[in-house]
């Protein structure tokens, strides 16, 4: 492991924390271990910042105040990531220098040949109740392969093994009448009576006693059973076909690389280890590989050095080092300023005393309020007729719309565009809702969600956002991060963009500048700050004008009817019937029975023979 000279009299915890357990390690400047404290397993993913800081009281209640302090914690991959972590240990470890990185790098860190600048690039191959690779190359370069879950990813790992002893014992008892060897193992180890114990049991089994499974995996194999030794090569060729993948993005071929081998797994099964380092020399013949010598958490301490002495090389990826105090997340704010605050956060004089109003003169003030909205947009409608004429021309060049927003605006930008296809009979990707935080944002907050440039960003990356589509942020206030990060990307990839916001006081860089910005000033909410009112009507409003009138335009309504409507119940059917007769003339029956003969397609149904459907102008 790297070693710096420090002073002995310096403290520096280590904090490594992963799917299966915490290490929390206070060693002083030569490397002797001063206190070890082991405790269950910790994502940040799984953490609000306030459990965090519980997290963390739980640890510092054990140890002396360290002088510095390193962090690797599974799922801290961005930078707000870090600043999410460093912000609750600032709570119990205030003015404490902090470095904060993901727990693979700590234990990349912990592998490394003794010295801070690396030789030759280090590939970090993991194999515990998850799988991946892990490396940085010469030029600081990182690239993670793998880390997605048992459900997605995994292969080669604990559970990956188990599950896969299961799926081959059970399938060999179908097709030969016999219980193998292997599966006399697992029914012992899981204390079952017989095969078909195992249905009830995998209805609720956790992920780690089917990852324990691996072991009678590993001790069948000592008994030569083909079974087990099929299944460990099996595992072993993922694993090594994902480092070297891994590594071909690091290195050129034939370059000599560094390969660590980690996780329970890899550490505590040496013949196995030795068949992945096999496989290994053999696709990449330079291959130094080697297990890891010490624990991870060794590489948290050494981050901690580094975060007492920033002129020290820190570890690529970690946070750089400086006190640990609290912070709000810094990405993406103040992107786009605003030169006076925004109406939507500004008192209402005519709210003043909403908490003491009789409850029939509250209701007058918030419907008089919402009536004022309609006139405010009827300002904006040259814009709002730019932006509905954007969206019929994408839709007719192959193009979609997507709405993004956050919060209520990223909720009405969703259920608009879910209204879509029953409406207009359109496919479900033709109109699109982006919200930060994603699906579990519709129903309750997400912390942080909107703060997340780069999530606004990678949102648009990977829907496939190109030049035929249509962007368009909805931000009430106009400022939300989340929003400017995919309107940048979408700019950037030739999207038409277009913002609705309620703040006519944006100062937006020419470079961010939406094509179209529709900015009417609703002025302040009954509710200060509430913009699910006002601003959440007037939203509600602008989205159903948008999408309405692009669709007539491209003839989904005739007269003032739908006539691409999908009939997929009892109700729609009932209006198609309706819609028929309206436009031919024919009775219920017979509009019943052309629809019918359609397969319930309004616009077939209305058409005479050997004539198209009209279309819209």
Known sequence: ??????????????????????????????????????????????????????????????????????????????????????????????????????????TLMAGADGTCAPRMPRVLVVSDCDSGSYGRGLNGAAVRMGGW?????????????????????????????????????????????????????????????????????????????????????????????????????????????????????????????AQVGRALRKLWPQ????????EGVWGAVELAKRALKPGERGGQGAESAR???????????AIVRSSRQSPTELRNPRSMRLDRLPLSRAIMLMLSEERGVPGKLQAERRRIAQLIRAIVRAFRRGGRLFYVGAGTSGRLGVLDASECPPTFGTPPGLVQGIIAGGQPALWRSVEGAEDRVWAGGRAVEFRGVNRRDVVVGIAASGTTPFVWGALGEAKRRGATTALICFNPFLQIPRSLRPGIVIAPSLGPEVLTGSTRLKAGTATKQLLNILTTLAMVRLGKVRSNLMIDLSAANSKLRGRAVRIVRDLTGADASGAAEALR?????????????????????
């Open 1 to 106: 492991m790297m070693r710096h000279p420090h002073s002995r009299d310096e403290r520096y915890l280590g904090v490594q924390a992963g799917a299966t357990r915490t290490v929390a390690l206070l060693a002083d400047g030569s490397g002797r271990i001063l206190r070890r404290l082991e405790t269950g397993p910790a994502h940040l993913k799984l953490l609000t910042e306030a459990q965090l800081a519980r997290w963390f009281r739980s640890i510092a209640a054990g140890l002396p105040r360290p002088d510095a302090l390193g962090i690797g914690l599974a799922g801290a991959w961005l930078e707000t990531d870090s600043h999410k972590i460093r912000s609750a240990a600032a709570r119990v470890w205030p003015r404490v220098p902090c470095s904060v990185t993901n727990d693979l790098e700590t």
């Open 323 to 333: 006190g640990c105090e609290s912070a709000i997340p810094e990405s993406g704010r």
């Open 149 to 273: 879950g048992h459900v997605l990813g995994g292969k080669g790992s604990g559970y990956d093994i188990g599950l896969r002893a299961l799926r081959v014992v059970v399938d060999a008892y179908d097709h030969k009448r016999a219980w193998p060897p292997l599966g006399h193992r697992l029914l012992r180890a899981l204390q079952l009576n017989e095969p078909r114990d195992l249905i009830d049991w995998a209805l609720t089994v956790e992920k780690e006693e089917i990852a324990s499974l691996a072991a009678e995996v590993f001790a069948a194999q000592g008994s030569r059973d083909k079974m087990s030794a099929g299944i460990l090569a099996e595992a072993a060729r993922h694993l090594t076909r994902e480092a070297a993948a891994c590594a071909r993005l690091l290195a050129e071929p034939g370059a000599r690389v560094q390969f660590v081998l980690a996780g329970r797994i890899l550490q505590e099964q040496p013949r196995f280890a």
């Open 287 to 294: 291959a130094l590989v080697a297990p890891l010598e010490c």
């Open 597 to 617: 003969r359609s397969g319930w397609v309004v616009k077939k149904a209305i058409a005479k023979p050997g004539r198209k459907p009209r279309a819209a102008v």
